[in-house]
């Protein structure tokens, strides 16, 4: 599967939240929420989660093995990056 759409959704001014996005995968699937956080040493991308009758947060959807992760975190935060350069440029 590939990714063939990202939109930053909503920027957000919270400390550590940094935006909410949305992936469509091969024009045919929609993940929302997916989130983009300030960790202490980087932003990382956290997928869209639920907490269970444990008070345990679950993902609802992730990629199942490190390399789509990782390609999946490299393509929405290079789209993060891209978007608030064009917020900041008045494009």
């Excluded at 001014?13 to 993940?31: G, H, M, P």
């Excluded at 929302?32 to 932003?43: A, Q």
């Excluded at 929405?76 to 440029?89: F, G, K, T």
Aim: with cysteine; glycine share 4%.
């Amino acid at each position: 599967m590939n990714i063939t759409a990202i939109r930053i959704r909503k920027l957000c001014e919270e400390e550590k939240l940094k935006a909410i996005v949305s992936i469509t995968l091969d024009n045919k699937i929609t993940v929302h929420d997916i989130k983009i956080v300030k960790g202490p040493h980087r932003l990382f991308v956290a997928m869209p989660s639920r907490k269970d009758e444990n008070g345990t947060y679950r993902d609802i959807a992730h990629p199942i093995d490190y390399e789509t992760r990782e390609s999946l975190e490299a393509q929405v935060l290079l789209e993060y990056y891209n978007y608030v350069e064009r917020q900041n440029l008045g494009i």
